[in-house]
């Protein structure tokens, strides 16, 4: 398991002693092997937690991403490409978007609980805290994350009570691992960020341009 309840129970202080002490040597490595094209009845399958999807149900192309919070290509990929893939493809109707929980490290794991207690109701606003973290990613992924995370996660509407019992959820944290797991051991998911497009794997974090390239026949066929 990624982390466990002793690790987060006494909340926020208890993060930065985990990130310490644990870093990525409580992750299962990752081994070689390439992400692979998985079929999509397989890559939708219900998994731990339910998928924060947006876009429309019925769009032809779906597109899956696995990410950690704490990889900067991610940002990158957030800041740069997903707004216009938005524009293009999700608020068109064309594209279903999904992200899910690939942390690399306890820090990343932690942002992912604050965005699903954020999003519990509305996965907007799974996407809206995952937006904000990676923008500022560069303040709160750093070797004391706690203030900056914890201001993050207020101007969400989080107080420190419940930033505290955001981190303590069992659920979460196990979850968050299994869909980690899953991905590695079924779609041989290896980094971040990985796509699956309609269920063929696209490694690192893609151009609008090459994004374009990847759906654009799809919705022609």
Known sequence: MLLNRREFCQGAATVALAVTALGSSALTPLGLAQAQAVPEIELMKADALPDMAIGDAKAPVTVIEYASMTCPHCAHFDQTTFPE???RYIDTGKVRFILREFPLDSLAAAAFMLARCAGESDPSKYYALVDTLFRQQNQWAVQKPIPPLMAIAKQAGFTEATFNACLSNQKYLD???????????????KSTPTFFINGEPH?????????????DPLLKS
């Open 85 to 87: 893939l938005k524009k």
């Open 175 to 189: 979850g968050i691992e299994k869909v980690r797991q899953r991905a590695i051991e079924k779609f041989k998911v």
């Open 203 to 215: 490694e690192g974090a893609i151009s609008i341009e090459d994004m374009a390239k990847f759906i």
